[in-house]
């Protein structure tokens, strides 16, 4: 395991050339197995941040290194992969495909990657299994799992896609905001799950969030609006 | 792959209305196409195969456009009638091998009489060359008997010994009766599939004999010479619409053609049907030409509309596309399913279309055979068609790789997160 989840080191990045900077970051080093708070209001550059660490968007200066490689490296299907075989999104709503059932929604990652299948089917017997597994420790079970996706509650959803996110063990997960659809009862619970399933795992975490409430749970504690030079001025 | 075709069938089930409304329209739209395009070549088939073996037409001068339509299809009148002299002239043509004369101007209910002679049962070929067959009974040999057409008897429901009458004048009004001297039906033609299908054949002796106490188009007044008496007069012919002309020779069809349009003592006119056809074809292109043409804009109606159903859909699938490329999917994945989907539409569109032209050649070609003389055979596809639906799928293929382009362009500005 590396000794780094995420390692930014004079991350620069602008929409345009021309544009001003969105991001600007001296340096970042989330250690492995960490699970971290980040907090960034809207318009911080909260999603440009996430964009780069999955690989989606490349820095104008600097390096991203996410598990100790360097994304500005690897060519734009490669950095598809990676995104895929190493790490695990949640996002603040509409996580999943509406019409494709449950369980498939689950098992996304296994189609698109052949570690994260594998290392699903070794950890639960087979890919259905593993995802059925997981379900089942996030609370969903039953026929639910055969229905459409968008059939299902907004809570149900983000614990669908923290299911998916989780499949096959990704080293890092990182959750933007999966909570600020739920009220507060169910925002606790949901956040008990994530964190537990990481743990077991021992997937390090970047939770991003606007809600500081949330950050006694995690084990450090990030604000992106002073990490952010560009944010600053 | 296999992941993100199921995917894209999936999310295609999931849009089934419309896109499966579209589908349709490209259907409804390649059926036309081929439509227009089969219906066009069996045009010109069933009018090809209408005369053959035939080195020349004779007529009075008129068009020559006008005389293949008049002696050969049946369609429209003549404007004047050529004399028996000048006819009997030109059988003593030595190039001549035979000659079919043709005297018309009767019908029986809508159905045209021919007068002719023994020579059209020998003669007159169709097709590649396919002599006429009887299907039941015999030629005419008496003045009052008649050989009908395929379709005619089988429309009318006449069988052999049947008595019928024939009108003066085409039209199915009854203004005008040949009433008093009816006719028995002594033969039925095997079918043909060309406007032989649809005659009345009679000898000319009978023209003769039908029009004896007539004067101008109208029955004399006063005068009725019945059937009985006919024999009395003289029934050898005196005038001719229209003769098909054999040749012993082709090489002579030029010679033969400069003499008959020179022939001095009556204005003649001799046409080569092959060259009348392709004057009537020119004139017939322009009316082909905007029936492909109006056919050509419905597919791309059609193929418009697939491309608006997709780049609409684009919108509301922007979160789903952002989620297929959290979990791993490339661009070119994004692109490959906008371009998967339009492709497969197009595609079973044309399979649909192609069906239902089937369908169609199935159920209403036997109608469309007999009225028209139209044989829309349940073919496979021709290499014309082919081309057509190459073009239709390339085209199709080409417009729905412009949404795929535009989800591909905003899947990399969009990254994970779209902002909507």
């Known amino acids: 395991m590396p000794a780094l989840a995420i390692h930014l080191q004079e991350l620069r990045f602008r929409w345009q050339a021309g544009a001003p900077l969105c991001l600007d970051i001296p340096g970042l080093e989330v250690p492995a197995g960490e699970r971290v708070f980040l907090h960034g209001p809207s318009g911080s550059g909260k999603s440009t941040l996430l964009g780069l660490l999955g690989g989606v968007h490349l820095p104008e200066a600097g390096t991203v290194r996410v598990l100790d490689q360097d994304l500005g490296r690897l060519s734009g299907s490669r950095r598809d992969h990676f995104r895929v075989d190493h790490i695990g999104f949640i996002f603040q709503q509409f996580n999943l495909i509406p019409y494709l059932p449950v369980l498939d929604n689950v098992l996304l990652p296994c189609r698109f990657s052949r570690r994260r299948r594998e290392e699903a089917r070794r950890t639960g017997g087979s890919e259905q299994a593993e995802a059925r597994r997981l379900l089942e420790a996030l609370g969903l079970e039953g026929r639910l799992l055969e229905r459409p996706a968008n059939q299902l509650s907004v809570g149900q959803q983000q614990r669908v896609a923290a299911a998916r996110a989780l499949i096959g063990r990704p080293e890092l997960i990182i959750a933007d905001e999966p909570t600020s659809a739920l009220d507060a009862d169910r925002q606790d619970d949901f956040l008990d799950l994530l964190l537990h399933e990481c743990a077991a795992q021992a997937a390090t975490l970047l939770f991003v969030s606007h809600d500081h409430r949330l950050a006694p749970h995690f084990t450090r504690e990030l604000s992106l609006a002073a990490l952010n030079r560009a944010a600053q001025s | ?420």
Do not use: C
Not at chain 2, 329 to 351: D, K, Q, S, Y
């Open chain 2, 1 to 420: 792959m296999s992941a993100l075709l199921r995917i894209a069938l999936l999310s295609a089930w999931n849009r089934r209305l419309t896109l499966g409304l579209t589908l349709l329209s490209i259907a409804l739209a390649v059926t036309l196409l081929l439509g227009v395009e089969r219906s066009r070549v069996a045009a010109r088939t069933s009018f090809a195969q209408s005369v053959s073996g035939t080195d020349l037409i004779l007529g009075a001068r008129t068009s020559p456009v006008q005389l293949l339509l008049y002696s050969v299809f049946r369609m429209g009148g003549a404007t004047n009638n050529i004399g028996w002299d000048s006819y009997q002239d030109v059988t003593r043509h030595p190039a001549v091998a035979w000659t079919i004369p043709i005297a018309l101007g009767d019908s029986h209910r809508g159905f045209p009489v021919i007068g002719t002679n023994d020579a059209y049962f020998e003669h007159f070929r169709y097709g590649r060359g396919r002599a006429l067959e009887l299907a039941e009974g015999r030629p005419f040999a008496g003045i009052f008997e008649t050989v009908l057409g395929a379709e005619v008897a089988r429309r009318l429901g006449y069988r052999l010994g049947e008595s019928i009458t024939l009108s003066h004048g085409s039209g199915e009004l009854k203004v005008a009766e040949h009433g008093d001297k009816p006719f028995t039906v002594v033969g039925i033609l095997a079918p043909t599939g060309t406007p032989v299908d649809h005659s009345v054949h009679v000898s000319l002796e009978a023209i003769e004999a039908i029009h004896l106490d007539w004067q101008g188009g109208a029955p004399m007044p006063g005068v009725q010479i019945a059937a009985e008496h006919v024999q009395k007069f003289d029934l050898s012919p005196k005038t001719l619409t229209a003769a098909l002309i054999g040749l012993k020779n082709r090489a002579a069809v030029f010679k033969v053609q400069r003499h008959i349009n020179g022939y001095p003592d009556e204005p003649l006119l001799a046409v080569l049907p092959g060259v009348a056809l392709d004057e009537l074809w020119r004139v017939v292109a322009l009316v082909e030409q905007a029936l492909i043409g109006i056919s050509v804009l419905v597919v791309a109606v059609g193929l418009a509309g697939l491309v608006a159903v997709i780049l609409a859909s684009l919108g509301e699938r922007r979160r789903e596309l952002a989620v297929l490329r959290s979990v791993g999917a490339g661009p070119r994945h994004i692109l490959a399913l906008l371009a998967l989907e339009g492709g497969a539409v197009t595609l079973a569109g044309m399979g649909l279309g192609l069906l239902l032209l089937k369908l169609l050649a199935w159920t209403a070609g036997p109608l469309l055979e007999a009225r028209l003389g139209l044989s829309l055979a349940i073919q496979g596809v021709t290499l014309a068609e082919l081309k057509l639906l190459g073009a239709v799928a390339l085209t199709g293929l080409a417009a729905s790789l412009l949404p795929a382009v535009l989800a591909y362009r905003r899947a990399l500005s969009d990254g994970l997160t779209p902002r909507l």
